[in-house]
């Protein structure tokens, strides 16, 4: 666009004013607002700047007509009005920059978030059981666009994302890979003692081979204590008045004795079958042998 002129003297001298506003207007008119590449954003950009020096430039022809000379209204009038009207043009340009530029991105960042989903559907199984929301975080993906230049910076900025982030998943399914083995190791007997394996496959390997040691070590210390106290109640069968049942003065509490090894407590019970004549107690003590046989070969793995 050329210099703006305006001379007054009590009246409009000289002045270009129609053909500069004409060439604003068309300049205004031929704006483009479907703004798709790099180069339309250059374009809408440098056509803001424009508008905004053209609407200082009215403002000041303005002041400077104001001083020269009073009867002017009319030029007023049309300055006001080209004024507004690039005032107009300038803020929907403005606009549609910046909402143009969000959808882009958002477009991008939804790009990167489908390339991410379909890398986790080419997982195992085991690694779906697992929490992957962090691969497909739109936000992170919006983040890392923030900053870039252009449409090729930004789709630059979320190719290179997602080859860290796929990376990652990479590292992580050799560590699920090596938990699913360890767990599918784990003989049958316990297998009920894991059946939270979501959360197990998710451990470092080190965490998990100690949540899996504490986990047996716990169930077969139950075990022995449960097996206790069936041979005590076998041994001490409920019955007769409630007297009977009442510890004598002095006498340790079963509760408190303690717990006798395998071997040693069968040749405790055999002595007592032998020198036993009431039926009852020796079925009683057959049974608890016959328990303590059971987990002994348990313990063998037999």
Known sequence: MGS?????????????FHEWKN?????????????????????????VK?????????????????KQASDIQELFEAIDQVTEQTRQARLTLERQIK??????????ALEGVNTML?????QSDDFNLTDNSFFLDKDMFLSRISGTRGVSGARKAVELLCLQLKDE????????????????????????LFQDRSYLIALESHDLNKEIDHRIDTHVTNQKLINHKIMVKS????????????????????DNLAIMGI???????????????????IRALMTCLRLLKDESKRLNGE
């Not at 909402?99 to 991008?108: F, V, Y």
């Not at 590292?171 to 009920?192: F, H, Q, V």
């Open 118 to 122: 379909k890398e986790l559907s080419q």
């Open 235 to 254: 041994l001490h069968p409920l019955g007769g008045s409630g007297s009977d049942n009442v510890p004598i003065k002095g006498e340790p509490s079963l």
């Open 23 to 47: 060439e604003l207007i068309e300049q205004i008119d031929s704006t483009q607002l479907d703004l798709l590449t790099d180069h339309d954003f250059a374009n809408a950009e440098l056509n």
């Open 50 to 66: 424009t508008f905004k020096i053209a609407e200082k430039t009215l403002k000041s022809a303005k002041q400077v007509a104001i």
């Open 263 to 281: 071997i040693e407590t069968e040749s405790i019970i055999t002595a007592l079958v032998n020198s036993s004549k009431d039926e009852k107690i």
């Open 169 to 192: 998943v990479y590292k992580k399914a050799m560590r699920i890979r090596e938990n699913s083995i360890i767990l599918d190791t784990i003989s049958i007997e316990y297998s009920s």
């Open 99 to 108: 909402k143009r530029k969000a959808e882009l991105k958002e477009g991008i």
């Open 4 to 16: 703006l002129v305006i001379k007054l003297n009590g009246e409009i001298q000289s002045s270009n």
